[in-house]
């Protein structure tokens, strides 16, 4: 075949390894390994350069996937995905808010497969039945069983961005002033806060549940350390914004939410630090 420029497709690629691993770096090895075993390949039959490139990526995914469930089940506390900045580059369109790649957790590698090929790239049934060569009735089967898993987990629909920059503000003010008084009314009576340190630094090893629970919490940590200067900004991540917080200048934490309506029903704070990676 003549010379295909393959690195056309790296972005592409890139979309579909991050949103089936939920690591940056991992996303970016597995988008190099395709490219080599592409420059390795007997390539004479190749007709759909794109499609070869996605089983390949996709298997090498799958294997991925396998490895790390072991990793995640013995993981220190939570594991939340790392966030993806704007700058690192996803188009809008292409990006899963992060309330739902963290429910893609709780799919198996092949589900999640199924619906992120679906669910971000609109690709039929009988497309992903190729890509990941089973028959288009498995697929629906998979994508019918992915769907349902998501649902259970309570997914919102996204909030308006205007409504979900407000909720944050308010919360990164009543951080700031160390005054979370009046935070609780922002929260739903069933409100859940996920942390993950990833045992490098301190945070909840078990999710936090109710708005009382969460405010005595977060007034607790604001206390430790009269000294700390905390700041904070928003910025944009996952398709939405979240809130990146500075202790005495220093990156710290990444936190987003999931709004239900016009409140906060879940909270994701993310402070393993190998996991805040700003462009």
Known sequence: MP???IYQYKSYLFTIAY???GEVPAAEDLVQDTFETWLQADRSQVKEVKAYLSR???NKALARLEQVKKQREVYKGIWLPQPLFAEQGLPEEYTLEYALLFLLEKLNPYERAVFVLKEVFAYSHQQIAD???ITSDNCRQLFHRAKEKVRKGGLQ????VAKQQALLNALLRAMHEKDL???EEFFWEDIVMYQDGGGKVAAALKPIY???NIRKFLKYILQLDPETLLEGKLIWMNGAWGILFYLNSVPD???TVEIDGDKIRNLFFIRNPDKIILP
């Open 19 to 21: 949103h089936m691993l």
């Open 181 to 183: 008084s009046q935070l």
């Open 210 to 212: 109710g708005g009382k």
């Open 131 to 133: 890509t990941l060569q």
């Open 3 to 5: 010379p295909v420029d």
């Open 253 to 255: 934490t990444v936190g």
């Open 56 to 58: 390949i990526l996709i």
């Open 157 to 160: 629909q996204p909030a308006e």
